[in-house]
């Protein structure tokens, strides 16, 4: 498992940049865009001014801004010059943002137009300098040579290149398998979010299975979209570090993607492969498709099997056209699908599959083509990862997932009580996920550990499973199950476009959902039956990667 050899990291970068040098690279959505022999320009010029700073191999240097080419750039910047880089997601608050600064000892910081008005500079006094991403400007500076620098810059770039800068002039660090690459922050719901520590070869395991078993199947010079967070692992790997090490034309939404933006996108991308969180597809599906398909005469249609086929043919090109047309398939990822869309796209043999992984494994541990997706699993376990379920019984009786390999973090930095939680003695890395696993290898997640409530007698109760039948039902756009006492109760925010387009009351939402509750409590055995479903007025307060933050609610 272990004994896989890892080539450097940034001879793939390199790579890349040269194989691809007069081609498109990066586009910021309806603005300008970087060629691969841009992208290596800019990354030398940071080069030059990081030296200036007096930035050393391995120090730390942090990136907060909303997804961008500048973004893309200032990272691998800071790896080919061999620094630590700490993404910072941007949805953190500014106290956030000066806590991970200051707990990374990052020595430079580069924040995007809409970050830059919630950091405070003297609330991180460790920094060298702060850098605007939208042009690379300083915002503030503490180093006379690092300021000298940015003045002189273009003068400083062509005295090192006299002669232009050419793709033999492309020659950066070197990185070792082992060797610390990236600190990454996970969502932290509760109290302070640790820093995941994670080695070249964790970024090199992930962008190598996906080039095995992604890039095989989508044409040499393919477009992507990015839509998810670049600072989350799950949007770096497969939408960053992935489609760029493989030469293709990386599209940034650098606009909050509400789920028009992403529709339009989508159109005029027309990505070639989808790589979504579960709201994403399941917004669309509900909102630009149902609304299609549901009229009585195709719903009599579907039921006759002489032209079912040809119906089901033409709502998939429909769901196909609303995700560009292009794809070879949807990924999904960051959490489960509602049962109901994934049965519904099985239905129409539409190519989805969802993925499985943690930050703590850069992400992946799981995945399937949409050819082997089996409903209601994540994938197999990747070849550089032994995956395991802790149970007597792994096929029957879940247990958490546990796994070792070639992606899996070296630890929590300046952690080390919450390093030996989460890597045991042998080497095996605890998910806190519950599982199940076929013969055959599919994953069946069933919930978090620290969600698990236990029912009156003792019984498991999984909040996840009860939610998703929920989500389905008249009204509901999302839901949370609570204990309260020995019973169980749902919180539900309705859907309220619906509301206001049927112009129901507040009276008429609560009759609908108590019949919600009846008909859910009839396919859910005793101990797990929902005592009431109290409505709330605004949507639940998510993290980063678009899950509840469950502490708040309880």
């Given at each position: 498992?272990?004994?896989?050899?890892?080539?450097?990291?940034?001879?793939?970068?390199?790579?890349?940049i040269?194989?691809?040098?007069?081609?498109?690279?990066?586009t910021d959505?309806?603005?300008?865009?970087?060629?691969?022999?841009?992208?290596?320009?800019?990354?030398?010029?940071?080069?030059?001014?990081?030296?200036?700073?007096?930035?050393?191999?391995?120090?730390?240097?942090?990136?907060?801004?909303?997804?961008?080419?500048?973004?893309?750039?200032?990272?691998?910047?800071?790896?080919?010059y061999?620094?630590?880089?700490?993404?910072?997601?941007?949805?953190?608050?500014?106290?956030?943002?000066?806590?991970?600064?200051?707990?990374?000892?990052?020595?430079?910081?580069?924040?995007?137009?809409?970050?830059?008005?919630?950091?405070?500079?003297?609330?991180?006094?460790?920094?060298?300098?702060?850098?605007?991403?939208?042009?690379?400007?300083?915002?503030?500076?503490?180093?006379?040579?690092?300021?000298?620098?940015?003045?002189?810059l273009?003068?400083?770039?062509?005295?090192?290149?006299?002669?232009?800068?050419?793709?033999?002039?492309?020659?950066?660090?070197?990185?070792?398998?082992?060797?610390?690459?990236?600190?990454?922050?996970?969502?932290?719901?509760?109290?302070?979010?640790?820093?995941?520590?994670?080695?070249?070869?964790?970024?090199?395991?992930?962008?190598?299975?996906?080039?095995?078993?992604?890039?095989?199947?989508?044409?040499?010079?393919?477009?992507?979209?990015?839509?998810?967070?670049?600072?989350?692992?799950?949007?770096?790997?497969?939408?960053?570090?992935?489609?760029?090490?493989?030469?293709?034309?990386?599209?940034?939404?650098?606009?909050?993607?509400?789920?028009?933006?992403?529709?339009?996108?989508?159109?005029?991308?027309?990505?070639?492969?989808?790589?979504?969180?579960?709201?994403?597809?399941?917004?669309?599906?509900?909102?630009?498709?149902?609304?299609?398909?549901?009229?009585?005469?195709?719903?009599?249609?579907?039921?006759?099997?002489?032209?079912?086929?040809?119906?089901?043919?033409?709502?998939?090109?429909?769901?196909?056209?609303?995700?560009?047309?292009?794809?070879?398939?949807?990924?999904?990822?960051?959490?489960?699908?509602?049962?109901?869309?994934?049965?519904?796209?099985?239905?129409?043999?539409f190519?989805?599959?969802?993925?499985y992984?943690?930050?703590?494994?850069?992400?992946?541990?799981?995945?399937?083509?949409?050819?082997?997706?089996?409903?209601?699993?994540?994938?197999?376990?990747?070849?550089?990862?032994?995956?395991?379920?802790?149970?007597?019984?792994?096929?029957?009786v879940?247990?958490?997932?546990?796994?070792?390999?070639?992606?899996?973090?070296?630890?929590?930095?300046?952690?080390?009580?919450?390093?030996?939680?989460?890597?045991?003695?042998?080497?095996?890395?605890?998910?806190?996920?519950?599982?199940?696993?076929?013969?055959?290898?599919?994953?069946?997640?069933?919930?978090?550990?620290?969600?698990?409530?236990l029912?009156?007698?003792?019984?498991?109760?999984?909040?996840?499973?009860?939610?998703?039948?929920?989500?389905?039902?008249?009204?509901?756009?999302?839901?949370?199950?609570?204990?309260?006492?020995?019973?169980?109760?749902?919180?539900?925010y309705?859907?309220?476009?619906?509301?206001?387009?049927?112009g129901?009351?507040?009276?008429?939402?609560?009759?609908?959902?108590?019949?919600?509750?009846?008909?859910?409590?009839?396919?859910?055995?005793?101990?797990?039956?929902?005592?009431?479903?109290?409505?709330?007025?605004?949507?639940?307060?998510?993290?980063?990667?678009?899950?509840?933050?469950?502490?708040?609610?309880?």
């Amino acid at each position: 498992m272990n004994d896989i050899h890892v080539p450097s990291f940034n001879g793939y970068i390199e790579k890349a940049i040269k194989e691809n040098w007069l081609l498109d690279a990066l586009t910021d959505y309806k603005g300008a865009t970087l060629q691969y022999h841009d992208v290596a320009r800019k990354i030398e010029k940071l080069h030059i001014m990081m030296q200036a700073a007096g930035i050393q191999k391995g120090d730390r240097i942090a990136i907060c801004g909303r997804n961008s080419a500048h973004w893309a750039v200032a990272f691998l910047a800071t790896l080919t010059y061999g620094a630590v880089v700490v993404p910072i997601l941007h949805e953190f608050n500014g106290e956030q943002i000066h806590n991970i600064v200051n707990h990374s000892e990052s020595r430079l910081l580069f924040v995007g137009d809409y970050v830059v008005g919630l950091i405070k500079a003297e609330e991180m006094p460790q920094l060298e300098g702060i850098f605007n991403l939208p042009d690379f400007s300083l915002h503030t500076s503490r180093n006379e040579k690092l300021s000298d620098a940015r003045e002189r810059l273009n003068e400083l770039f062509g005295k090192k290149y006299p002669n232009a800068f050419r793709m033999n002039n492309v020659k950066w660090h070197v990185d070792q398998p082992e060797e610390l690459c990236m600190i990454n922050y996970t969502s932290g719901t509760t109290g302070f979010s640790k820093g995941v520590m994670l080695p070249y070869r964790a970024i090199w395991g992930n962008v190598d299975f996906c080039q095995k078993n992604l890039a095989i199947h989508m044409p040499k010079f393919s477009n992507t979209l990015s839509i998810l967070p670049m600072a989350h692992m799950y949007g770096m790997a497969i939408e960053f570090l992935f489609p760029f090490c493989s030469g293709y034309h990386l599209h940034f939404l650098t606009r909050l993607p509400s789920p028009a933006v992403i529709a339009e996108a989508f159109q005029q991308v027309k990505p070639d492969v989808v790589v979504a969180v579960p709201l994403i597809i399941e917004k669309i599906i509900r909102k630009r498709v149902f609304p299609k398909i549901q009229s009585n005469a195709i719903k009599l249609m579907l039921q006759m099997p002489v032209v079912s086929k040809k119906v089901k043919e033409r709502i998939r090109q429909e769901v196909y056209a609303a995700f560009g047309g292009r794809a070879y398939e949807v990924i999904v990822g960051g959490a489960p699908l509602n049962q109901e869309i994934e049965q519904f796209l099985q239905d129409i043999d539409f190519p989805l599959t969802v993925g499985y992984g943690t930050t703590e494994c850069a992400p992946l541990i799981s995945y399937s083509d949409y050819h082997d997706f089996v409903p209601g699993s994540c994938g197999t376990p990747l070849p550089c990862m032994d995956v395991r379920i802790a149970s007597p019984d792994p096929h029957h009786v879940e247990g958490e997932i546990i796994t070792k390999g070639t992606n899996v973090m070296l630890g929590y930095y300046k952690n080390p009580e919450a390093t030996s939680q989460a890597i045991d003695h042998d080497g095996w890395y605890h998910t806190g996920d519950l599982a199940t696993m076929s013969a055959d290898g599919h994953i069946f997640i069933r919930g978090r550990i620290k969600n698990m409530l236990l029912g009156a007698s003792g019984q498991n109760v999984y909040p996840e499973e009860i939610e998703d039948k929920l989500n389905s039902m008249a009204m509901v756009s999302e839901s949370l199950i609570v204990q309260r006492g020995d019973k169980l109760v749902a919180l539900v925010y309705p859907d309220m476009d619906e509301a206001h387009t049927m112009g129901f009351t507040p009276k008429d939402l609560e009759s609908i959902m108590e019949q919600n509750r009846q008909e859910l409590n009839a396919t859910l055995p005793v101990y797990s039956k929902i005592q009431s479903i109290q409505l709330q007025d605004e949507e639940f307060q998510k993290t980063p990667k678009k899950s509840i933050k469950r502490y708040l609610y309880q």
